[in-house]
């Protein structure tokens, strides 16, 4: 279980194109499925040699008043913990896992040396604009703010477009170049 009350199907797998040595961990928010997610990480890690795990985290609400499920988003962090622990496990060095997300799901735990995409579309009527914008302010003081890199889409509503995976994929390129074999 991740999140609130609500049962997390186990998570989708998109597998290497060659032999693994990052990992990708992606989380998406409610209304969605890690399978739908899997399809565009299909072309997002094509030729690379990392893989992608999706996974749902759920929330109360999206309005700055709604109730926040604290002992939900301990145990979803506790989830995403333990799915880095299991890549470092398999054989993925910690400094090969990025984490990602999709909508609430972005909101990750960070620390100060990692990287950040922060991609929103200016015509979200879900998750306004202004939240993406404030977001992106309060990382640049959790983390380095020369490793934070926001990108907005015109017209973009609560959704991904294909501008924003190609910028996904050239981030994760640039974060995990691929290692020649030994």
């Not at 922060?118 to 020369?146: R, W």
């Not at 910028?167 to 974060?175: A, G």
């Amino acid at each position: 279980m991740c999140g609130n009350n609500m049962s997390a199907p186990l998570p989708a797998i998109v597998p290497a194109a060659r032999k693994a040595t990052a990992a990708v961990i992606f989380l998406h928010g409610l209304g969605d499925t890690g399978h739908g997610w899997a399809e565009a990480f299909e072309v997002v890690l094509v030729d690379s040699d990392a893989y992608s795990t999706i996974y749902r985290f759920d929330i109360y609400g999206l309005s700055p008043e709604a109730i926040e499920d604290e002992a939900g988003i301990k145990r979803a962090s506790e989830n995403v913990k333990a799915m880095i622990d299991q890549e470092v496990k398999n054989g993925i060095p910690s400094h090969r896992i990025l984490l990602g997300g999709f909508s609430q799901a972005a909101a990750n735990s960070a620390n100060k040396d990692m990287h950040l995409l922060q991609c929103h579309g200016d015509s979200d009527p879900l998750v306004p604009f202004m939240f993406g914008t404030q977001t992106v302010e309060k990382m640049k003081i959790l983390i380095n703010p020369a490793n934070v890199t926001f990108k907005s889409y015109h017209g973009l509503p609560h959704s991904a477009c294909p501008e924003e995976m190609i910028d996904v994929k050239r981030f994760i390129e640039k974060q995990l170049p691929a290692i020649s074999d030994q």
